[in-house]
């Protein structure tokens, strides 16, 4: 049986309702797309049922909008009525090119003004959708979701707003810790790993990787990113190295302490690709000492993979490694803000998740479990299959 014949099987939760925020427009408007097209194309075994009358439409977009007053001030603005939807909102906490004006200056919409305005959509359904879930790629606040010493816990208070305001489930991707949905026990909370988005956008733009143990490992830059290198390097049947970060307790810059040295556990990767898996790239400084301490171990092409590439300090240091052959390769998704310099860069492959979000909306919608959906291992073999074959 098919993944749709079993969503299928389930009548739908409610009418399907989509609120992409501005942040996360273009995304939004893709998954529409994909959703739009399927449900056009499925035979229905009760069309005539009044819970069905709306299933088929031409865009399941509900109109929003969070107008600001010249204050900095917003509110968030419903142009047509949620009752009785399922239904789905999207939003991008980094999405940074967004602006706004306030008292006569233009100011660049920060994480906590995406998430107020995802909170004054949410006040605006008043209380009237059956069922409100948030996909919000990029957890807000994810980097702050554990107290080591007197400072807040910003994840794990907006998870427990958001519930408080009637969300049902929470969607993220690849969270930096996906233990902080101890914070809400009682509700939905997925975080979903884009292994096999990787995988595909790696096999279609790169036509002679070796996918094998003798050609090709995965290295997790530092201990946090080991559970993701493992699940990958178990799937593809290949070695798995880790660095670990020797950090300077003493001192703090820019909010954290410096790195002092990267050293390296695992097998040899000499003469063998290697991709570099981690949850993020922000400033980028760490995956290239990462990449630069792999060639002086005598890698062969470097592939750095990451789900969400914030280039927080420019693309200028990747734009060297790649021409100093340090780096091949750059690796994200664009489930956040991706630049128009980023996306021309000619080592850089962009792996698109929209399809994948209407699989967990479209299945999510007919009350369907996504057990299967947030476990790639199936598609990953049978993707790395054909591939092999090509080559041949």
């Given at each position: ?66 107008p600001?007053?010249?204050?900095g001030e ?22 940074y090119s ?33 069922r ?5 790629p ?52 997925e ?13 279609k ?12 490992m ?17 799937v ?24 002092v ?15 570099i ?51 091949f ?16 860069r ?21 009350d ?25």
């Amino acid at each position: 049986m098919s993944e749709t014949e079993k969503t299928l099987q389930n009548v739908p939760y409610g009418n399907l309702g989509m609120i992409p925020l501005q942040s996360c427009r273009e995304l939004g408007e893709k998954v529409d797309k994909y959703l739009v097209s399927w449900r056009k194309d499925r035979q229905l075994h009760h069309p005539n049922d009044s819970f069905m009358q709306s299933y088929q439409r031409d865009s399941y977009i509900l109109k929003a909008s969070n107008p600001r007053f010249g204050s900095g001030e917003a509110k968030g603005v419903l142009a047509e009525s949620a009752r009785g939807y399922d239904l789905f909102l999207m939003v991008d906490v980094t999405n940074y090119s967004i602006t706004y004006s306030i008292c006569g200056h233009t100011n660049h919409m920060s994480p906590d003004d995406h998430y107020a305005d995802l909170k004054r959509i949410i006040a605006a359904c008043g209380g009237k959708a059956r069922r409100i879930t948030v996909i919000i790629p990029f957890l807000y606040e994810s980097r702050q979701h554990r107290r080591t010493t007197r400072e807040s816990m910003d994840c794990a208070l907006a998870l427990q707003e958001l519930v408080n305001m009637g969300v049902d489930n929470i969607i993220t991707f690849d969270a930096h810790d996906p233990r902080v949905l101890n914070a809400i026990p009682l509700k939905g909370f997925e975080s979903v790993q884009p292994a096999y988005q990787f995988i595909k956008g790696i096999c279609k733009n790169v036509k002679d990787l070796q996918i094998d143990a003798d050609h090709l490992m995965i290295v997790s830059p530092d201990e946090g990113a080991t559970g993701r290198a493992i699940y990958l390097a178990n799937v593809l049947g290949i070695d798995i190295g880790m660095f670990y970060k020797r950090r300077d307790y003493s001192k703090i810059v820019d909010g954290r302490n410096p790195i002092v040295a990267h050293e390296f556990l695992g097998s040899s990767v000499e003469g063998k690709d290697v991709l570099i898996i981690d949850d993020m790239i922000s400033s980028g400084d760490s995956m290239i000492d990462v990449a630069t301490e792999l060639k002086k171990r005598k890698a062969n092409r470097i592939f750095v993979v990451a789900t969400f590439g914030l280039f927080t300090n420019g693309l200028e240091k990747f734009d060297k490694a790649v021409e100093d052959g340090i780096i091949f390769k750059v690796v994200t998704t664009n489930l956040t803000y991706q630049t128009p310099e980023l996306l021309d860069r000619p080592y850089y492959i962009n792996c698109d998740m929209s399809k994948y979000i209407a699989y967990i909306i479209d299945t999510l919608n007919h009350d369907a479990s996504i057990s299967e959906l947030l476990d790639p291992h199936e598609r990953i073999l049978r993707l790395v299959e054909r591939y092999k074959a090509e080559q041949q």
